[in-house]
């Protein structure tokens, strides 16, 4: 019987930065008998004992063989969950029974890598081949992916095989009973959700052709009340860019030692993927984490993973000024290099022109695809501002949208077959925009050139790659209106790939309507995100605060902007302002020529601040305090060897509370003493209290000295701020 162990092929033990993985090969696929704490040395005799703990019993009315969830579950191991595979082949073919091949699973172990599993399969239902990957990362977290091959002997020659889902799974144990996951809408990304694990399946599908502002980002599941700073977690990311589907599904009667589920995949549209002899599909990497330590766990493996990579930008990420906010469409040379010369006095090293340089486009309802410079607003071309701007020691970036086109577009006259929407008509506009099919292989090649060619005029050393569309009825036209969400996400990878590849060192940020694509896929190839088109910073300490759960600040940036807010007409005062841009690839987006001798003396100030300690932001570790009051945030980063750290106390509105009361500093080294210094430099914000706490003038002063086991341990009772306000601190050990 399928289902009934061979014992012959004893459990592997991974292990890594406190995570055991265990895996038993035994039957036809493998399954995860334990993902979680490290379990320490075992020999053989505790991985068989190990595999005895997976609950085998036989209950009345139910199957005659235990329930097994492996990694490719499926209805043959009585699993009535969410399989990882399905399809057909022409209504046939419709329960995958995969097994292991003999000598199919190969364990590797690389100090870059981590553990790794191989485990090769047939399936003699389907006729389909996997090859299914785990690996344990030197940071901990388990890397899933699959590869789904249709042999080139197979006899139906004729027919594609329809694959509809592949879906990474992972168990839950049973105590994992909350679940913590993310909504939002333009300019109010990434908002925190959570509800209890119940039977069924919690499911997110998202069918926007890219991951959008609502998406799941990060699923956590966790022990009851889990937060910040305690409680077990374990997490779920798809390092895709383009839909997906996420689910925590729990079953009345469990399977094997779990009761739960946490997962999920690509979303393939109907007909997206059809297998002939010979082809083949490969799911994008699915990442887990665990942690014992809380949220602040999860992110510390991420943003670990993330720092490890080759690709991950080491230089101090330097200081942009934007133009978007600050003129808009009003594109005049004089009014740009006197924005420039702002720029440089305060200290900024990245200039980035935002929209509006291109053939006609002097609004939004034109001109996407038509990438040459106007000649009517610049008849010398960029290269006058270009070359002010590395005049003045700053880095010249430049704003496109690569994926969208304008029907208002001489590129759209000349090619609308170009464009990625059904034969019979465009449909709806969104944006006053449709997208370019760059599946085509015309439109793909004019876009690799056009933008190559700017960026070798100009000497760009950074794009801002904004991506504003939804994809909806996304066929491509001159393929015959297949479908191409998927293959539209790939060709967008080969683009900037193909760009990076012709311009060593270009950097790219992933702008998507602000933070719509954000995920590990779009990270492998851009060197920061956008977070929100939202720059008000009361809206953007939560949408930051989440942001950096997956990614570590450095790939996130963050801006001063106006007051009042151009998003939401909230005025606030620059302390907020420059506090919010500080954890962060900081940026301004703001007129600097409308600004007077007191605030770009501010700002300089701010930029300067940020620059002492932008070293430590790219390599220390994120903490965010469990704080009662929803109210108020006080976040942090602590440096790798805990010898300096900087935290934000921030309130976004008023408590019912009077007091605020002791709140811990997580992070710190209690055997060593804190200089607490409070940062005035860019100013103090207003505080709500008429005498303070005997603490705060002392650590103004930078006169106060407390033991880090208080400071960590106790606290601080902290000072009632006024709303929209916040506080920075900086602890340096003695």
Known sequence: ?????????????????????????????????????????????????????????????????????????????????????????????????????????????????????????????????YTLLVRLTPQGLVQVRHRVRRPADDQDAEQPYDLSAVTALMPLPPRATEILDFTGRWARERQPQRLPVVDGSHHRHVRRGKPGPDSPYLTLVGTASFANRSGEVWGYHLAWSGESHWRVERLPEGSGGSTSVIGGGEALRPGEVRLLPGEEYVSPDAFFAWSGQGIDGVSDRFHAYLRARSS???????????????????????????????????????????????????????????????????????????????????????????EMISLDSETARKHPEWILAPSQGEGAPMRQQYVIDLTN??????????????????????????????????????????????????????LMDALRERHPGLEIESCSSGGGRVDLG??????????????????????????IALLPPELVGVHVGSSPAHTTSRETDTTLRFAGALFGHAGVEWDLTSRNDEELAALKAFIDFHKSVRPMIARGRVVNADVADEATTLRGVVDTDAARAVYIWARTVTSAAT????VQFPGLDPARSYTVRIVSEFGLPSFSGRIHSAWLQQAIDGELVLPGSVLATVGLPMPTLAAQQALVLELTAR
């Not at 007091?659 to 002791?662: A, E, K, N």
């Open 312 to 402: 991950h930008p080491v230089r101090p990420r330097p200081v942009i000024v934007n133009t978007w906010e600050a003129v808009y469409f009003d594109h005049t040379l004089d009014r740009l290099k006197a924005l420039v010369d702002k720029a440089a006095e305060v200290g900024a090293e990245r200039f980035v022109l935002d929209d509006g340089w291109f053939l006609g486009r002097r609004n939004d309802t034109t001109s996407l695809g038509d990438w040459q410079v106007d000649p009517q607003v610049w008849p010398d071309g960029l290269s006058p501002l270009a070359d002010h701007v590395r005049a003045r020691g700053l880095e010249f970036g430049l704003w496109f949208e690569p």
């Open 1 to 129: 019987m399928p289902n009934q162990p061979s014992n012959t092929r004893p459990p592997i033990h991974f292990r890594a930065a406190g995570v055991s993985l265990v895996i038993d090969l035994e039957g036809p696929v493998p399954t995860v008998l334990h993902w979680g704490a490290d379990l320490g040395e075992l020999n053989g005799d505790g991985l068989r004992a190990l595999a005895l703990s997976t609950p085998t019993e036989i209950t009345n009315n139910g199957p005659d063989l235990p329930r097994r969830l492996t990694l490719l579950p499926s209805e043959r191991d009585m699993w009535t969950g969410t399989p990882a595979v399905a399809g057909h082949l022409g209504g046939r073919r419709t329960s995958p029974r995969p097994v292991m091949k003999d000598a199919g699973a190969q364990v590797t172990h690389s100090d870059d890598l981590g553990s790794t599993l191989e485990a090769e399969l047939a399936d003699e239902i389907t006729g389909l081949e």
């Open 659 to 662: 007091l605020s009361g002791q």
């Open 441 to 494: 292989p015309e439109a793909f090649a004019y876009l690799l050139e056009e933008i190559s060619a700017a960026v070798a005029a100009f000497g760009v050393a950074y794009i801002k790659w904004d991506h504003n569309r939804e994809l909806q009825e996304a066929v491509s036209r001159g393929r015959g209106d297949v479908v191409a969400v998927s293959a539209q996400t790939h060709a967008n990878y080969a």
């Open 522 to 547: 779009i990270m492998a190839r851009t060197d920061r995100v956008w977070a929100s088109d939202c720059i008000d910073p009361v809206e953007r300490i939560m949408t930051d605060r989440w942001t």
